[in-house]
C-alpha cells in the first residue's frame, strides 16, 4: 500500500515520521561534519602550527608533503586527535546506557565509581611500586587503573544480581564508591614522594599527551565490539526508557539486559580511562546532548552519543591547545570547567521535574 492509499490522517503520520526520521539523519551527517572539522583543526594546532590545508595534503597525500610536517601530524598529533575521538565516544556511549538502564540522568562512569577507582590503580603504581599484574611491570599504570574499574564495576555488577537491589540503590552504591575511592587516593598521596605525588596529579586530571597508534587500536576495537552488542538490542533499550513494568509486558526481559548493559559498559568505559586518566562529564554531556536533538529512539541515540561525545572530547582538545598557545593544558581540566555547571544544571532541573 502506498502512502497515496493511506487514510488521510494515516498518510500525514507517516510523512511526519519520515520527516522527523530525514531530520535525525540530517542531524547525525551534521554531527559526523563537525567531527571531521574539529579532528582537522586539533590536527593543526600545537607547539608548531599548521595550515589546515597544509594538515589535509598530509593526511589525503603524505607523499607530497613536507618531511617535518608529515612527522608531527602522523606520529605525534594524529593519534592525539584520534584517541580524543574514540575516547569520548565510548565514554559518551558507556553514559547513554547508563542513564538507560539506570533511568538516572547523572549516572556516568565518572559519577559511578569507575573513574575513581582507576586513579586509585594507577596512584598504587606511581606511589608504591605495586603492579597488580606482576609480569607487566612496563604497563602496570594503566593495567592497575584498568583492573581496578573492572574490580569497582564487578562489584557494582555482583550487587545488582541480589534480590531486592533496586536501581537507586546501584547508583548510591556508585556514589559510594566515588567517595571511598578518593579517600584512598588521598591517603597515598599524602605518603608519596614529591616526584610520586606530581605523577598521580598529572594523571588523575586527565591527558592525550601519551596517545599511540597502539592505544587508539584498542580502544577503538572495544568500541567496535561493544557498539554492535548495543545496536542489537536497541527496541529493548528503547522500551525499558518507559518503565520496568511496560518493558517487561512488552517481552523484554529488563533484568538480563541491565546486567548485560552493565558489563559492556564496564568494559567500555575502562579501557579508555586507563589509557587518557580521569575525564570526567563526557559520560554526562555527551547523551544529553543527543537525546536534546535526536530523542529516546536508540536507533539514532546510540550513534548521536558517540558523535557527541567523540566531538566535545575532539573540541576540548582544540580548546586545551588553544587557550594558551605554545602549550598543551591537561583535558581533564577543560571538560571540568564545562561539564561542573552542566551538571549542576541537571541536578536542578531534575529536582524540579521527572527525568
Not at 123 to 152: D, Q
Not at 284 to 295: F, N, S
Request: aromatic share 8%; with cysteine; charged share 10%.
Amino acid at each position: 500500500m502506498t502512502t497515496a492509499e493511506l487514510d488521510p490522517s494515516e498518510s500525514a503520520s507517516v510523512q511526519s515520521y519520515r520527516g522527523l526520521v530525514a531530520r535525525r539523519i540530517a542531524i547525525l551527517v551534521g554531527l559526523s561534519v563537525a567531527l571531521v572539522l574539529s579532528v582537522a583543526v586539533d590536527v593543526s594546532l600545537g607547539p608548531a602550527r599548521y595550515a589546515v590545508g597544509d594538515v589535509l595534503k598530509t593526511l589525503f597525500a603524505p607523499g607530497t608533503a613536507d618531511l617535518q610536517i608529515r612527522v608531527v601530524v602522523w606520529d605525534i598529533r594524529m593519534p592525539m586527535a584520534l584517541l580524543a575521538v574514540t575516547v569520548g565516544a565510548s565514554l559518551s556511549l558507556a553514559g547513554a546506557q547508563m542513564q538507560t538502564i539506570l533511568a538516572n540522568p547523572l549516572a556516568s562512569p565518572f559519577t559511578l565509581g569507575l573513574s575513581a577507582a582507576a586513579s586509585f590503580g594507577a596512584a598504587l603504581a606511581m606511589v608504591l611500586g605495586v603492579s597488580l599484574f606482576p609480569g607487566a611491570i612496563s604497563l602496570m599504570v594503566p593495567i592497575n587503573a584498568f583492573a581496578m574499574a573492572m574490580a569497582a564495576s564487578l562489584l557494582i555488577f555482583g550487587l545488582s544480581t541480589l534480590r531486592g537491589v533496586t536501581v537507586e540503590t546501584i547508583v548510591l552504591l556508585g556514589i559510594a564508591l566515588v567517595f571511598s575511592f578518593n579517600a584512598a587516593l588521598a591517603l597515598l598521596q599524602y605518603f608519596a614522594s614529591e616526584q610520586a605525588l606530581s605523577a598521580v596529579v598529572f594523571w588523575t586530571m586527565g591527558s592525550l599527551s601519551k596517545a599511540t597508534w597502539g592505544k587508539v587500536a584498542v580502544t577503538a576495537i572495544i568500541l567496535a565490539i561493544c557498539t554492535p552488542l548495543f545496536a542489537r538490542r536497541a527496541w529493548a533499550l528503547t522500551a525499558i526508557r518507559l518503565g520496568e513494568v511496560r518493558a517487561s509486558a512488552m517481552g523484554v526481559p529488563v533484568k538480563r539486559l541491565r546486567l548485560e548493559a552493565l558489563v559492556l559498559v564496564s568494559v567500555l568505559a575502562a579501557v579508555p580511562i586507563s589509557f587518557v586518566g580521569t575525564i570526567g562529564f563526557i559520560g554526562i554531556v555527551g547523551p544529553h546532548v543527543a537525546r536534546l536533538l535526536l530523542g529516546e529512539d536508540q536507533r539514532f541515540f546510540l550513534p548521536g552519543s558517540m558523535l557527541s561525545g567523540a566531538v566535545i572530547l575532539s573540541a576540548t582538545s582544540v580548546l586545551s591547545k588553544a587557550i594558551l598557545p605554545g602549550a598543551v593544558l591537561p583535558i581533564g581540566i577543560i571538560t571540568a570547567l564545562v561539564g561542573v555547571p552542566f551538571f549542576a544544571a541537571l541536578i536542578l532541573t531534575k529536582g524540579r521535574k521527572s527525568w
